[in-house]
């Protein structure tokens, strides 16, 4: 029994021993090893591309390279289609940081929790228009009664959300989307649509891809259409948002300009566009019935 009792300790010392020395040799290799990398936090940036394709985020390319130096971190640029597909992103939070115009501002702002840092360029002098063909017999909103009338996507302040407030008591044909501007004016010059809702701004970039063709202005909202902003997302902690700021601002004046924003101006008011996104929420449950009642 003496000898099993022995026998047994003598075991499981040799046991402890050997884990012992083990343990210290790992320890040892650790130590000498070099750490592996961690990964490295991506910062995406969200921009609006209305399907201009490279050319559209190419003037980001600049402002991207100074916040990867500044931040250390990899940026990445991801275009939107069009302002649903960057609804989506900013519904999910995809998004750390978004180039946005102001109907998404607005809406990311009040409803996402998004935090604006800077002002884009532009100023207050954006409108909501609706625009006919020049030959065309529509002369008042009024007239727009009972017609086919296009819009752009939900989420644009200029194509959806101000249009809609300005058509609030019409029944309407049929209402129609439009996933660009540019497609918007096409319906028009076609007389698939007898009139459509964008911005002044759009109209002058788009008017002359339609030849000898020539639009007249139905209605200018009086309001003014704040700019649109840059935006960072919840999901980024408030120092790193601090940063963020930090380095968008550090960014040179003609790069910051070239990427549509000013470098120390402080974000708009929204309030006004907030309350129309709430206004026209409950008049937009039925614009894609035919009739489409706006009331």
Same mark, same amino acid.
């Given at each position: 029994m003496f000898l099993r009792r022995f026998w047994v300790r003598r075991t499981w010392g040799i046991?402890?021993?050997? $884990?012992?020395? $083990?343990?210290?040799? @790992?320890a040892g290799l650790s130590a000498c090893s070099s750490p592996e990398p961690s990964e490295q936090k991506k910062l995406v940036v969200g921009v609006v591309s209305y399907g201009d394709g490279q050319q559209?985020?190419?003037?980001?390319?600049?402002?991207? @390279?100074?916040?990867?130096s500044e931040l250390k971190t990899i940026v990445e640029l991801e275009p939107a289609f069009n302002e649903v597909q960057a609804l989506q992103q900013i519904e999910r939070q995809a998004?750390?940081?978004?180039f946005a115009p102001p109907g998404l501002a607005a809406i990311a702002i009040s409803q996402k929790q998004y935090l604006?840092?800077?002002?884009?360029s532009g100023g207050e002098k954006e409108r909501s228009i609706l625009v006919v063909r020049a030959d065309s017999p529509i002369r008042t909103i009024q007239d727009l009664a009972n017609k086919v009338v296009g819009l752009g996507q939900r989420g644009s302040a200029t194509g959806y959300y101000l249009p809609l407030y300005n058509l609030y008591g019409l029944t309407l044909a049929e209402i129609r989307f439009a996933p660009t501007p540019k497609t918007l004016l096409g319906w028009v010059n076609e007389g698939t649509i007898?009139?459509?809702?964008?911005?002044?701004?759009?109209?002058?970039r788009y008017r002359s891809d339609f030849g000898s063709t020539k639009f007249r202005v139905?209605?200018?909202?009086?309001?003014?259409?704040?700019?649109?902003?840059?935006?960072?997302?919840? @999901?980024?902690e408030r120092n790193a948002q601090q940063q963020v700021l930090k380095a968008l601002e550090n960014v040179p004046a003609p790069v910051a300009a070239a990427a549509g924003y000013v470098s120390n101006a402080s974000p708009p008011d929204y309030s006004?566009?907030?309350?129309?996104?709430?206004?026209?929420?409950?008049?937009?449950?039925?614009?894609?019935?035919?009739? $489409?009642?706006?009331?």
């Open positions: 046991h402890l021993l050997l $884990a012992f020395l $083990a343990g210290s040799l @790992t559209s985020i190419e003037r980001f390319d600049d402002v991207k @390279t100074q916040l990867e998004w750390d940081v978004v604006p840092l800077l002002s884009q007898a009139a459509g809702a964008l911005s002044i701004a759009e109209l002058d139905l209605h200018r909202d009086l309001r003014p259409v704040p700019a649109g902003s840059i935006l960072v997302g919840p @999901t980024i006004y566009l907030i309350k129309v996104v709430k206004r026209v929420r409950p008049i937009a449950q039925r614009i894609r019935e035919k009739p $489409a009642p706006l009331y």
